[in-house]
């Protein structure tokens, strides 16, 4: 595999830059929309609530 050049790195890095915005917009929306339905916390809620449940699963 051949190096790639500092322009063809440059397009890596601004590519994979503007795929972590999307993807911190998106955490972001959802993280508010579970608070908005009543997950005081957000994402955390709902990663402790799904944790619960599959420990008292295995119970």
């Known amino acids: 595999m051949k190096p790639k050049s500092i322009k063809e790195l440059k397009q890596t890095i601004a590519k994979l830059e503007f795929q972590n915005d999307q993807l911190l ?28 449940l599959l420990s008292q699963d295995k119970n």
């Open 25 to 52: 917009a998106e955490l972001n929306y959802l993280n508010r929309l579970l608070r908005s339905i009543g997950f005081p916390e957000g994402l955390n809620s709902v990663k402790k609530t799904a944790e619960e």
